[in-house]
């Protein structure tokens, strides 16, 4: 688990220097051509500096070890990270909207755009291949940062090749008009991506119960282990950060000694745990003949 931690904060800290180099890279674009889409599309990118800069600190700050203060740890620090990044995104998008809204009564073509679009193109490259590695290794150790981050820079790339074929379409057709167009239809898109980044941390600091394939193999795993109690109910579960809580009663003989309900529940624990590490897992052993509450699974 502590080669995780480190895995994912060392991702987290080099997409400051990424965010910083893609950012210049299409700066250096905007100041070639003059274009507003490809302006859009550098605001953007300065939002993602910012974007990086809080994703590491909270990714950093989620993996401290539990204190009197946080018993359960500090790992919804991620969604708050996430949160922000989504409110950056939506702040990226109004800062585009009122570079372009003007443009559009006075439009031009951009200077030198096969210069501007060969440096915005290797930019996006270079979003493309960091936005697959986030998104890729924050699915595989649960952390909502390094995804939300690794999604807003996806949107990043999406937006780079929206620009990429407005503006040539504008250079062809003489429609100098269509790049201040392209540049809101790149602002709306981004806005939708973070009301999706805002939504899904939201859900996470609310407490929102693990995803479908998680609470099946949780109660597989329960079934398959239990062997020895009588049933178990009133399963709840909740995702914060990388870390799965789970929490249930079992019903035993009431004969049962307690040294042989907790060989059962070390059993399911172990087993759960082997399906999703790290998991903090409390159950509540009840004899048989006392009422049960909750919804049996």
Not at 10 to 19: C, D, E, G, M, N
Not at 84 to 111: D, K, R, S, Y
Not at 207 to 221: F, G, L
Request: overall charge negative.
């Amino acid at each position: 688990m502590v080669e995780v931690n480190r895995r994912v904060r060392r991702l987290a800290f080099w997409s400051i220097p990424v965010a910083v180099a893609v950012t210049g890279l299409k700066l250096v674009a905007w100041w070639v051509t003059g274009s507003v889409a490809l302006l859009s599309d550098g605001l953007e990118s300065i939002v993602n500096i910012i974007a990086a800069l809080i994703a590491y600190y909270a990714i950093s700050y989620a993996q401290k070890p539990a204190d009197d203060d946080h018993p359960f740890g500090h790992h919804k620090a991620e969604y708050l990270s996430a949160v922000i990044e989504g409110v950056l995104i939506v702040v990226a998008a109004l800062a585009i909207m009122q570079q372009a809204l003007p443009a559009l009564f006075a439009p031009q073509l951009p200077e030198a755009p096969v210069t501007g679009l060969a440096i915005n193109m290797l930019a996006a490259a270079v979003n493309a291949g960091w936005a697959y590695l986030l998104i890729t290794n924050g699915r595989a150790h649960r952390s909502p940062a390094l995804v939300a981050d690794g999604r807003h820079i996806f949107s990043d790339v999406i937006t780079s090749l929206g620009v990429f074929v407005g503006l040539v379409a504008a250079i062809f057709t003489g429609f100098a008009i269509l790049d201040p167009l392209l540049a809101i239809i790149v602002a709306a898109n981004i806005l939708w991506q973070g009301s999706k980044v805002i939504l899904a941390s939201v859900g996470g600091l609310m407490d929102r119960a693990v995803e479908p394939e998680d609470d099946a193999a949780i109660k597989q795993a329960i079934a398959d282990h239990s062997g020895g109690a009588l049933n178990v109910h009133d399963l709840k579960t909740r995702q914060a950060g990388a870390v799965t809580f789970i929490d249930f009663h079992m019903v035993v003989a009431a004969d049962m000694s307690v040294a042989r309900s907790h060989e059962i529940c070390d059993r399911i624990e172990d087993a759960i745990r082997r399906k999703l590490p790290g998991a903090r897992i409390a159950i509540h052993v009840e004899p048989e003949g006392v009422k049960a509450h909750g919804v049996r699974i």
